[in-house]
């Protein structure tokens, strides 16, 4: 695919959230310069270290990636080493432009499938050793349906991003969103929530340590009010460093968690 060909099925999209690059020169445009710092550090937090545990390659590795978005992370893994990733995405333009992205990257297609739909309703088929959960925890309503799900495509590892609670203990805050995967409100879990549920289905948990020094586009992590999480079912999680508890300071909370706090 030419440059300009390849520029003009990119200017069909009106938005983009993901900065892709290709070897005609072509590149995605993207509104807010700061999120070229966000993913590249997400990057060196959750996926180097994913990497790392497979000794340095996802070489003979099946993926699963729910809400995979834009295919960012997917095409991660395929450039990784990844045998084969399957990604699934309720959004019909998303699933568009991940398709876009990896045809112009020249991806072979039996390494990929893209699949529109609720994830839920239409479980995955097949079977995998590693499932990506990256920014889907918080915005569902069914959090045990969600790690029963990716229990049963049997992957040995599961690393999840989300959004976290400030409650405390183990619980679940009820949250409206925008765009949600299931229903209109979704259960956002604590940190300790995130921990009780793996286990519940056989996975060790570590919440893996913050590693960034340039929180530009990153004021959620620099609150620790995202994290990522390592779940094994039997591969070692030694080798990974976990965030030790933050006690974020009352009057350093957002306006929201302060008023929340006098309110109770």
């Not at 295919?71 to 990733?85: K, N, R, T």
């Not at 306006?255 to 109770?264: A, G, V, Y």
Request: a negative charge; hydrophobic letters at 40%.
């Amino acid at each position: 695919m030419d440059v300009d060909e390849l520029e003009r099925r990119i200017a069909e999209f009106l938005h983009w959230d993901y900065r892709f690059e290709f070897d005609n020169g072509a590149t995605t445009p993207l509104l807010d310069r700061r999120m070229v710092n966000r993913h590249e550090k997400r990057r060196h937090y959750f996926f180097d270290p994913l990497v790392g545990l497979f000794g340095g390659s996802l070489s003979g590795q099946r993926v699963l990636d729910l809400g995979c978005g834009q295919g960012f992370w997917s095409l991660h893994a395929i450039e990784a080493g990844a045998d084969f990733v399957l990604a699934l995405d309720a959004d019909g333009t998303s699933i568009d432009q991940a398709k876009l992205v990896f045809e112009a990257k020249g991806i072979e297609p039996a390494r990929y499938t893209f699949e529109q739909g609720d994830f839920f309703e239409r479980r995955p088929s097949g079977s995998f050793d590693i499932a990506l959960c990256l920014g889907v925890m918080h915005l569902v309503a069914k959090p045990f349906e969600l790690f029963e799900l990716m229990r049963d495509s049997g992957a040995e590892v599961i690393v999840i991003e989300t959004d976290l609670s400030d409650r405390g203990g183990s619980s679940f805050e009820v949250d409206e969103v925008r765009k949600p995967v299931d229903h209109s409100i979704a259960l956002v879990p604590t940190r300790q929530a995130v921990a009780e549920l793996a286990g519940e289905f056989g996975y060790q948990t570590v919440p893996l340590a913050l590693n960034m020094a340039d929180f530009t586009g990153m004021l959620d992590y620099h609150r620790r009010q995202r994290l990522a999480f390592f779940c094994s079912s039997g591969r070692s999680l030694d080798a990974l460093r976990a965030e030790e508890p933050w006690l974020m300071p009352w009057w350093a909370a957002p306006l929201e968690q302060r008023l929340r706090r006098i309110r109770s």
